[in-house]
């Protein structure tokens, strides 16, 4: 297995963020992990990432149990793209080779061998604020790629793109998973995404996070988004993880502080966002 987590359970101070998570993600596979705001989703992916510990139980990545080795074998795409400003779109995605030692010539051309693929040949001077929401998206997921590890976190990849934007992404993700053939671990609040792009999807209930539901995604799935989600068994597994997440749906113990804990909230134990 590529990751694999038993028994994990996160704590924020007297907030208690997943409780008792038990997970694997085969190689090649994409398991995505969907659940209300604040139940611990991108709490889960640092803590694979080796950002976090967990408070108890274990969590290993293609074999590696402590936090340096974790993060040896995973990259991670947060939320936002993060891209530098004063960079171009090719330095941006040569970045992650750059931090790792690799020479700037090399670097650009590793990551500038993507560029077409990816839909960006001709963008590789521009700067960010010169890209599109999905093209910047693109560059973000590029850098994720190019560094090279064999497990990816995707941090709810899509969550700042409008709507068409966003489906038109899904369809391309879908086609470089399918192509890339990584590990995946996966984090968003949109089932339909969810299901769409993984393999299997993991239902967590409000905080703390407990896997409630997993769900195999329809398989074959038709080669375009529209014909794919509008499929009567998508369709099926999607009311199933909707129910899952509704039954799931209790609210957890109000942290100090009060109403920044109410159900619902983002809530990391210091007053910030934790999804």
């Known amino acids: 297995m590529s990751v694999v987590a038993r028994g ?41 990432s080796g950002l976090r510990e967990p408070s108890a139980g274990t969590i290993a990545v293609e074999g590696a149990a402590d936090a340096a ?3 040896s074998h995973c990259a991670y795409m947060p939320q936002r793209d993060l891209l530098l400003p004063w960079f171009s779109a090719l330095d941006n995605a040569a970045l992650a080779l750059r ?31 010169e890209l599109s929401g999905g093209m910047r998206q693109r560059v973000a997921f590029l850098r994720t790629l190019v560094a090279g590890k064999p497990v990816l976190l995707l941090d709810e990849p899509f969550a700042s793109l409008d709507a068409i934007s966003r489906a038109e992404m ?55 988004r529209d014909g794919a989600v509008t499929d009567p068994e998508f369709v099926a597994a999607r009311e199933a993880a909707l129910r899952a997440l509704h039954q799931g749906a209790r609210p957890g113990p109000t ?21």
Not at 107 to 123: H, I, K, Q, V
Not at 266 to 273: A, I, M, P
Request: glycine residues 16%; charged residues 30%.
């Open 69 to 71: 080795g974790r993060l």
């Open 170 to 224: 899904q369809e391309w993700l879908a086609g470089t998973l399918s192509a890339d053939g990584r590990t995946v671990l996966l984090v968003s609040h949109d089932l339909e995404e969810a299901l769409y792009l993984a393999d299997r999807v993991l239902v967590l209930s409000a905080r703390p996070g407990r896997v409630v539901k997993e769900l195999r995604a329809p398989d074959p799935r038709a080669p375009d």
């Open 99 to 129: 931090n790792r030692g690799v020479g700037k010539g090399e670097a650009r051309s590793r990551a500038g061998e993507l560029f077409e693929r990816f839909g960006l040949a001709g963008f590789e001077r521009a700067r960010p604020q």
């Open 255 to 275: 942290p100090p502080g009060g109403p920044a804990g109410a159900p619902g909230a983002r809530w990391d134990g210091r007053g910030k966002g934790e999804g």
């Open 8 to 48: 994990l359970s996160h704590v924020y101070g007297e907030l208690r963020s997943l409780e008792s998570i038990e997970l694997e993600a085969r190689p090649g596979e994409v398991l995505a992990l969907v659940g209300p705001s604040g139940c611990g989703k991108s709490t889960l992916l640092e803590i694979a």
